[in-house]
């Protein structure tokens, strides 16, 4: 098994966070894990992502041109990484926040992440959800 994921959007949207939080939980169930974050020089509103390579093997290389899966908080970051999807890729993109595009070869799983956010009671926990809808995604 090997997975190759991108988790991005707009600094201070818990990009990285919701990354680290599943290289760690997969790494705590015996999985091999690489998190790369990138992000520019703004504290927030600028571009944030994060590399999150699980593998059940070594992993050859920590850096990933094409991805398994996508999870995009903003429109410019699924505009960017829409084209680096593997075929049979699945992006799950925050409908809130994005507009999923009509010609895509991948497979699109629209979450009202910031909407479901703010009903349980903190738009900060978007991240979170996004990384639910994943993790749902992953089981099936």
């Known amino acids: 098994m090997l997975?190759?994921?991108?988790?991005?959007?707009?600094?201070?949207?818990?990009?990285?966070?919701?990354?680290?939080?599943?290289?760690?939980?997969?790494m705590w169930h015996g999985l091999e894990v690489s998190w790369i974050p990138s992000y520019g020089?703004?504290?927030?509103?600028?571009?944030?992502?994060?590399?999150?390579?699980?593998?059940d093997a070594g992993i050859a290389s920590p850096m990933a041109t094409q991805y398994d899966y996508a999870l995009t908080f903003n429109q410019p970051s699924l505009d960017k990484f829409l084209p680096k999807?593997?075929?049979?890729?699945?992006?799950?993109?925050?409908?809130?926040?994005?507009?999923?595009?009509?010609?895509?070869k991948v497979t699109l799983v629209p979450v009202a992440a910031s909407t479901?956010?703010?009903?349980?009671?903190?738009?900060k926990c978007a991240n979170m959800v996004m990384l639910g809808a994943y993790l749902g995604k992953r089981a099936h």
């Open 3 to 26: 997975a190759e994921i991108i988790f991005a959007g707009f600094g201070g949207q818990g990009v990285l966070l919701a990354g680290q939080t599943l290289a760690k939980c997969a």
């Open 41 to 55: 020089p703004e504290m927030r509103g600028g571009t944030a992502n994060c590399t999150v390579v699980l593998a």
């Open 85 to 104: 999807m593997k075929d049979g890729g699945v992006v799950i993109f925050d409908s809130t926040q994005v507009k999923a595009p009509a010609d895509a």
């Open 116 to 123: 479901i956010a703010e009903e349980l009671g903190s738009l």
